[in-house]
């Protein structure tokens, strides 16, 4: 069970730094970040309080980049 932790904490590491990414679409990271945590928490991979962290970061994350905090896209979607 510690391997697939280890393996969802960097799954959902790595949707935090694509949420950041600006040639990435801010809606598909979100969207597919999101059933990550929710095939996680159902497996049991990752716990409550996890889940929330991960949330709360990726919600921040959202929010700074639709407010153009983080850079101008390079493209739009």
Known sequence: MIAQHDIAQ???E????RMQDLQCSDIAVNASATTAVLIFRALG??????????????????ERRRAGELGSPTHEW
């Open 14 to 17: 790595s949707y935090l730094e």
């Open 10 to 12: 960097g799954m959902l």
């Open 45 to 62: 991979v990752i716990s409550a309080e996890e889940d929330a962290d991960f949330t709360e970061q990726l919600r921040s994350l959202h």
